[in-house]
């Protein structure tokens, strides 16, 4: 009984095929969250599918309905092993974006797993059915090992993410108390690296919202009142121009995280470098804020987007002075800008600068709040040390995602500190046809777990209480 031996039946259990048969059988199961009307007989077959595996695993389960009428219900597992020992939440999600059957390369089946070198193919293989299946197969080794796990661990599995989450937040208030861990470990998204393990621990906030202008009721001719009436197009663009400079630099102090970028987020980031993958595009070294590392700019400070904009009908456009326009924009932000603060910040910005008709209001289209355990927090630097122990690699800290994740969820309302220890990589084509994981990564991933899980079992996860 030792943490080799646990690990080793984690790559007999990869390499003899079981891991695979597992992931495959849960492919197969069409839980697209998209078209969750058509797809609710499906959402519930995958609960079934892995309550039970939790099941034979002598977790408790219980299928309890979403508060949300727009997503299926969710999974509370739990292994209660002694009061005293530290509880270890997980999560995953089990539905999937639309299977898009017909634009795969090859014709591949979505709804099954295909195998080509390193890939394998399938909807779902990385986001998120695989990256789940990989953390419960490692709980298992180590069951398997120990005949115990040597603390108390719940698993969430919600079957909305792809669709924002409906009802997880309120799901997770009515159910604090049987959520409640000292530690979230959980998996998704990309690794920085392909062949590095990556800790992270939060996520990028969004906000969305509306600067607009509305001046009068209709238009007036240009030639004749262009010069003596004041434009709505004019005067946004102008604005907006006060908010982003031409290399899209925030200019308002309020946005600008500079406390948050701190000397340990500055030293996690220090050698890691931004990698799309072969299909993303070239990174700008000219655009974003002049004094950061591309790194900093993406994972430790906010950007501002102009999503979308509009004055008059620009495809049947109109000799007139524009009464009215409106940009969609957001922000991307990281711990330390709140989204209460933003709309008030740009109006006293805008009031400053002198735009006394530019109007901010809430979009109230998906948006998050921004998360971060410090990356010098003991529990990452714990995490860390285990998996570069089992897997002889370093280990790449990201302070948090630059996308979003429903991690507030578990950050505010459940109050863990949360670390994600994601098994896919950034070319993986997630949301897109070939989604596809590598299964040298999987392999790593499994191997990773077991050892992360052990030594939790071992006592040797530090004092995991939030800061
Ligand atoms: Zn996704």
């Known amino acids: 009984m030792s943490r080799e031996g646990a690990i080793q039946r984690a790559e007999e259990h990869f390499d003899g095929g079981e891991f695979l048969e597992d992931l495959a059988r849960r492919v197969a199961v069409r839980t697209e969250s998209q078209v969750f009307e058509e797809r609710r007989e499906e959402m519930d077959a995958y609960l079934v599918e892995m309550r039970e595996t939790l099941e034979r695993m002598g977790y408790a389960c219980e299928v309890l309905a979403n508060p949300s009428p727009l997503a299926g219900p969710l999974l509370v597992a739990e292994r209660h092993e002694s009061e005293g020992l530290p509880t270890v939440l997980m999560y995953g999600h089990g539905d999937v974006t639309h299977g898009q059957e017909g634009e795969w390369e090859a014709d591949r089946d979505p709804w099954s797993v295909t195998e080509d070198g390193d890939r394998w193919y399938g909807r779902g293989t990385v986001d998120n059915k695989g990256q789940h299946s990989i953390n ?5 080794c180590c069951i398997q090992e120990r005949g115990s ?6 698993v969430l599995i919600e079957m909305g993410e792809e ?3 409906p009802g997880l937040r309120d799901f997770a208030r ?10 979230l470990i959980a998996s998704d998204g990309p690794r920085i690296q392909p ?4 800790v992270y621990t939060g996520t990028r906030g969004l906000y ?3 600067v607009s202008v509305e001046l009068r009721d209709g238009g007036h001719h240009s030639g004749n009142w262009g010069g003596l009436i004041s434009s709505a197009s004019v005067i946004l663009v102008n604005a907006l121009a006060t908010v982003v400079d031409k290399r899209g630099q925030i200019q308002v102090p309020e946005l600008r995280p500079d406390e948050s970028l701190t000397d340990s987020v500055r030293n996690a980031l220090g050698d890691l470098n931004v990698d799309g993958g072969e299909d993303g595009p070239e990174i700008e070294p000219d655009w974003g804020e002049e004094s950061l590392t591309p790194t900093e700019r993406v994972f430790a400070w906010n950007s501002f987007e102009v999503v979308a904009m509009i004055a008059g009908d620009p495809d049947r456009p109109q000799n007139a002075v524009p009464p009215k326009a409106r940009a969609r924009c957001q922000l991307r932000m990281v711990v330390g800008t709140e989204a209460t603060d933003i709309i008030p910040a740009l109006e006293s910005h805008f009031a400053r600068e002198g735009y006394p008709q530019v109007r901010v209001t809430p979009a109230g289209r998906g948006d998050m709040k921004a998360t971060r355990l410090d990356p010098g927090h003991p529990l990452v630097q714990w995490a860390v040390n285990s998996l570069t122990e089992t897997t002889g690699k370093k280990t790449d800290i ?19 500190p949360t670390l994600w220890i994601p098994h896919s990589y950034a070319s993986c084509s997630q949301h897109a046809p070939n989604e596809h994981a590598l299964k040298s990564i999987l392999r790593e991933g499994l191997c990773g777990m077991t050892g992360l899980f052990w030594d939790v079992g071992d006592g040797k996860m530090p004092g995991s209480i939030a800061e």
């Open 195 to 198: 062949d590095h393990p990556t």
């Open 174 to 183: 009515q159910h604090r108390e049987r959520l409640a861990a000292d530690v």
């Open 149 to 154: 796990l040597g603390f108390n661990s719940k």
């Open 136 to 140: 419960i197969a490692a709980l298992n």
């Open 398 to 416: 990201l302070p948090n995602l630059g996308g979003s994740l429903p991690n507030d969820v578990f950050t505010d309302i459940i109050g863990v």
């Open 208 to 210: 969305a919202f509306d």
């Open 163 to 165: 669709g924002s989450s």
